[in-house]
Structures are given as structure tokens and as C-alpha cells.
């Protein structure tokens, strides 16, 4: 079964308006979490390393301001998406390690209209 | 980063074909990875490779990994049409790489035709 479930699976918003999206370890702790972009037909992108209890660390190109992202608990990282807008639709997917190899959500379809 | 370079970027087999993808990378590894990807979803773990391995085989996969060559080829047998997928390989460098210890490639589409 899922060890990593993230939700939604899809949304649609209005451009300005901020989104939320949840990454949770269903089974296992997990103090790291990872948060990945992937445009139609690419590979994924690396935005992002979640820490729990501390500031996240974000790849160079990434904009923190835009991209917040919480790991207020071991089983649960969110990234919200600040005043989005079309440029920021694409499809973003988390993971977390538990013993290697990492183990992906399912992503969320994220379109801003 | 990518450092990953998958060929073909997409194949198109008959049901019960086999399917052959193709990785190349730069640097040297640790262990090499496979991964599924299903139109819309996360990735799924397929198989891990160790530096020090060659080939390694799970139901009807099977990986080989030529380090002198800096390349790792994923053969799946007997296809089925639920394999129809995006293919990635991910490496894990012995230094450098990214902050999740992976380095994706590109990826090969592959569509099993029924």
C-alpha cells in the first residue's frame, strides 16, 4: 500500500489565490521530505527539501516567498502555493525515505485559471 | 539536476513484446534506480542497481549496469498493456547530486499496444 499520500489530487484555482497542498508519511516517520515540480512530459524537478522543525531549503531558482512550505509534524509536510497564477500550473509530487529508496505521493494536478 | 540521459524518449511496442530502455550518466554512482511513472501519478520504486552489480532481475524486469560505460539498460519481458508508463532512471552520485540524493534523467515514454 501507499506509504506516502498527498492531496489533493487535482485542483483548479482562480490566479491570486494561494494553495495548499499535504504530504503525509501514512506509516513511518519522516524528519525530510522532498517537493518536485515536473512539467507535461519532463522529468521532475527538485524544489525544495522539508525539514521537520526547521526552515525548508529551497534549490536555487525557487522563490520561498511563492513556494511556503510547513514541516510542522514528522508524518506531515505542506507546500502552499502563494497568489498563483497560470505559469504556476503544473504538477507537483512529494516524497520521504524511509530505508531507501524514496517513496513518492501521487502528486497533485495543480491548473490556475 | 538531471544528469540522466534516457533512449529512446518514447517506444511503442505490441503487447508481449519486450521493451528495452536505455540510461547514461555522467558521474560516478552509488547505485542506479528505476523508476514507473503512470500518466498523472508519483513514481513508483521499480528496482535499485548497486555500483558493484551488474545485472539484477525482479518478475519481468531486468536491469544491467555497465559502469565503465557509465550506462544501465531496464529490459521488461513479455510486455503488458499496464506498462504503458514514463520510464526514469535516477542515480545516486558518490558526491554532488541533488538534495534528495537523486539525479533524475528524462525519462522514456513507453505505450503497449494491445
Known amino acids: 500500500g501507499a506509504v506516502v499520500s498527498q492531496h489533493p489530487s487535482w485542483v483548479i484555482c482562480k490566479s491570486g489565490t494561494s494553495v495548499k497542498i499535504e504530504c503525509r508519511s501514512l506509516d513511518f516517520q519522516a524528519t525530510t521530505m522532498f517537493w518536485y515540480r515536473q512539467f507535461p512530459k519532463q522529468s521532475l524537478m527538485l524544489m525544495a527539501t522539508s525539514n521537520e522543525g526547521s526552515k525548508a531549503t529551497y534549490e536555487q531558482g525557487v522563490e520561498k516567498d511563492k513556494f511556503l512550505i510547513n514541516h510542522a509534524s514528522l508524518t506531515l509536510s505542506t507546500l502552499t502555493v502563494t497568489s498563483a497564477h497560470p505559469e504556476d500550473s503544473s504538477f507537483y509530487i512529494c516524497?520521504?525515505?524511509?530505508?531507501?529508496?524514496?517513496?513518492f505521493g501521487n502528486g497533485t494536478r495543480l491548473t490556475v485559471t | 539536476s538531471q544528469q540522466g540521459e534516457e533512449d529512446p524518449q518514447a517506444l511503442s511496442i505490441q503487447e508481449g513484446e519486450n521493451a528495452t530502455m536505455n540510461c547514461s550518466y555522467k558521474t560516478s554512482i552509488n547505485n542506479l534506480q528505476w523508476y514507473r511513472q503512470n500518466s498523472g501519478r508519483g513514481l513508483v520504486h521499480l528496482i535499485l542497481i548497486r555500483s558493484n552489480e551488474r545485472e539484477k532481475h525482479s518478475g519481468r524486469l531486468r536491469v544491467t549496469l555497465d559502469t565503465s560505460k557509465k550506462s544501465s539498460s531496464l529490459l521488461i519481458t513479455a510486455s503488458r498493456a499496464a506498462d504503458t508508463a514514463s520510464y526514469f532512471c535516477a542515480t545516486v552520485e558518490i558526491s554532488g547530486g541533488g538534495a534528495d540524493g537523486l539525479t533524475f534523467g528524462k525519462g522514456t515514454h513507453l505505450i503497449i499496444q494491445p
Open positions: 516524497s520521504a525515505s524511509r530505508n531507501s529508496p524514496l517513496h
